[in-house]
C-alpha cells in the first residue's frame, strides 16, 4: 500500500467519525429555552468531541506529511490508531447522556491515550525525510518523551476518572491543547532548511 491509499483511508475513517458524533445530537422535547437547556450538555460533548477529532486528524496529517517509506508496521499501527479514534462517539454519547457517569469520561481519555501510543508506533515504524536530518535527532527524541508523558498522563486520567470523571475530560481537552500548541513535524524541518539555506548563504559573505 502507498502512503497516499494509507492517507485517503485515514481521512475516510475521521470523516466517518465526526459525522456520527453528529448523529448522536438529538431534538429536544421541550421547545424554547426549556429545550435548549435541554440539549446544552450535549453540544458541549459535541463541540469537545469535535475539537479533539479534529485535532488528532491535524496531528495524523503532521505525523504522516513527510514519510517517504511506510512498512507493514505501519499499516497495523495506523489501523491501531484508528480503532482509537472509532471509540470516541461512543465515549461522547455516553458522557452526554450521564456527564457524571466515568464510563465515557474515562473511555474517552483512554483513547486518547491510546491514539497517541499507536501513531507514535506507525511513525516509528515509517520512514521520514526527517529522519535523514541528524540537526533533528534532538528534537524526535524530545518530542517522543513528550508523546510518553502525555500517554501516561492519559492513562492515569482515565483511571482516576473512576474516582471523578472530571480526570478524564481534563486530560482528553488538555491533551489536544498541548498537542495543538506544538510545532507539527512539518513546520520543524520547513524551519530547519530555512535556517541552514541563510546560514549556508551567509558564509561566503562573512568568509568574504
Known sequence: MTKQRLEL??????????????????????????????????LLVHAASFFIVGVFWL?????????????SRTLLFNLAALFWITLLPFGAKNAAEHPLDPLGAS???ASCGAYLLSLAGARLSSHSTIDDLP????????????MSFVVSFD??????S???PWFGYAASLGTVMFWLI???PPDVERKHLQLAATVEEAAPEATG
Open 59 to 71: 496531528m495524523h496529517h503532521g505525523a504522516l506529511a513527510r514519510v517517504t517509506e511506510i512498512a
Open 135 to 146: 540537526e533533528l535527532r534532538a528534537w524526535q527524541i524530545r518530542r517522543i518523551w513528550l
Open 182 to 184: 506544538m510545532p507539527s
Open 9 to 42: 483511508f485515514s481521512d475516510g475513517v475521521f470523516a466517518i467519525v465526526l459525522t456520527l458524533l453528529v448523529l448522536d445530537l438529538k431534538v429536544p422535547s421541550a421547545r424554547g429555552l426549556a429545550g435548549l437547556a435541554e440539549i446544552v450538555p450535549a
Open 155 to 160: 492513562f492515569a486520567c482515565a483511571a482516576l
Open 107 to 109: 473511555m474517552v481519555a
Open 162 to 164: 473512576w474516582s471523578s
